[in-house]
Nanobody, 123 residues
Framework: QVQLVESGGGLVQAGGSLRLSCAAS????????MGWFRQAPGKEREFVAV????????YYADSVKGRFTISRDNANNTVYLQMNTLKPGDAAVYYC????????????????WGQGTQVTVSS
């Protein structure tokens, strides 16, 4: 089992930045691809970014490409999401997830999920 705990969410003005963290416990995350998803009220959970188990590969949703950066520190069992130039449309609960797949953008391919952290962006 892998337990995931997100942190770093909060209220930020449009154009601002936040850095989300996802701390894992129970098992090393070095064998998992790690992803970030988000869910806004009334909307389905959507893919944001994924990073391969080694950190050598990343992939982003078009809506965040060029603004968000996913990274990982396997030694500290932590994954990050640096979010810059935030927009009101980025407001959502952000979830960290771990997948035994090499690289997936589909939520159903993820085995473990955190509880989420709220990101609010004021215009």
């Amino acid at each position: 089992q892998v337990q995931l705990v997100e942190s770093g969410g909060g209220l930020v003005q449009a154009g601002g930045s936040l850095r989300l963290s996802c701390a894992a416990s129970g098992r090393t995350i070095s064998r998992y691809a790690m992803g970030w998803f988000r869910q806004a009220p009334g909307k389905e959970r959507e893919f944001v970014a994924v990073i391969s188990y080694s950190g050598g590969g990343t992939y982003y949703a078009d809506s965040v490409k060029g603004r968000f950066t996913i990274s990982r520190d396997n030694a500290n069992n932590t994954v990050y999401l640096q979010m810059n130039t935030l927009k009101p449309g980025d407001a959502a609960v952000y979830y960290c997830a771990a997948s035994t797949d090499v690289f997936s953008t589909f939520a159903r391919r993820y085995n473990y999920w955190g509880q989420g952290t709220q990101v609010t962006v004021s215009s």
